[in-house]
């Protein structure tokens, strides 16, 4: 079965600078989806970006951009401009295309400190 | 929009009692999934259903039954809950199997005494 990494269990950042994220994950299949997945303290799951594997170009959602590396089987999510309302659990997950067993990350916990 | 709504969102059970947790989904969504997160292990596919009629188990099923009514409900059984079911649930639905994105509920505090 497939695996996700998140190796950093919390991080912080200052307000308005930029942070990075790490998740690398195992598989030795070629078609699935990446993504990470915001948390905030209400609990609530939000998409924050995606990433189709099939796809070389980085995927971006405003300040948030990802580092797909394939062959490293890595997949960085990169903050910029952090804002406080960015503090949250981060969880990167895994999907193949015709599979519903998506797997997560154990998640890194975000602050951005004023 | 509601999208995702789970019942009832904190519970407290005694061992041995059972309870069932509610989810429904007002986006016209095929697959529908239950999930538990518990700290430092992310979140852990317990069921799912990949459309109406089916029901398939994922990585932590044990103790667990599912129910999927409907095409917008899909309801988590626990017969005899234990301790080590103190957890949070989520529920999420997905379009379908190409698609890929999760959307979930707003996730249901259980504590088992």
Not at chain 1, 81 to 100: H, I, K, P, R, W
Not at chain 2, 32 to 56: H, K, N, V
Not at chain 2, 73 to 89: K, M
């Amino acid at each position: 079965a497939q695996t996700v990494t998140q190796s950093q269990p919390e991080m912080s950042v200052q307000e308005a600078e930029t942070v990075t994220l790490s998740c690398t994950y195992d598989t030795s299949e070629n078609n699935y989806y990446l993504f990470w997945y915001k948390q905030p303290p209400s609990r609530q799951m939000i998409l924050v970006i995606r990433q189709e594997a099939y796809k070389q170009q980085n995927a971006t959602e405003n300040r948030f951009s990802v580092n797909f590396q394939k062959a490293a089987k890595s997949f960085s999510l990169k903050i910029s401009d952090s804002q406080l309302g960015d503090t949250a659990m981060y969880f990167c997950a895994f999907s193949f295309y015709n599979n519903n067993d998506m797997r997560f990350g154990a998640g890194t916990r975000l602050t951005v400190k004023p | 929009n509601a999208g995702v709504t789970q019942t009832p969102k904190f519970q407290v059970l005694k061992t041995g009692q059972s309870m069932t947790l509610q989810c429904a989904q007002d986006m016209n969504h095929n697959s529908m999934y239950w999930y538990r997160q518990d700290p430092g292990m992310g979140l852990r596919l317990i069921y799912y259903s990949a459309s109406e009629g089916t029901t398939d188990k994922g990585e932590v099923p044990n103790g667990y039954n599912v129910s999927r009514l409907n095409k917008r409900e899909f309801s988590l059984r626990l017969e005899s809950a234990a301790p080590s079911q103190t957890s949070v649930y989520f529920c999420a639905s997905s379009a379908g199997l190409n698609t890929g994105e999760l959307f979930f509920g707003e996730g249901s505090r259980l504590t088992v005494l």
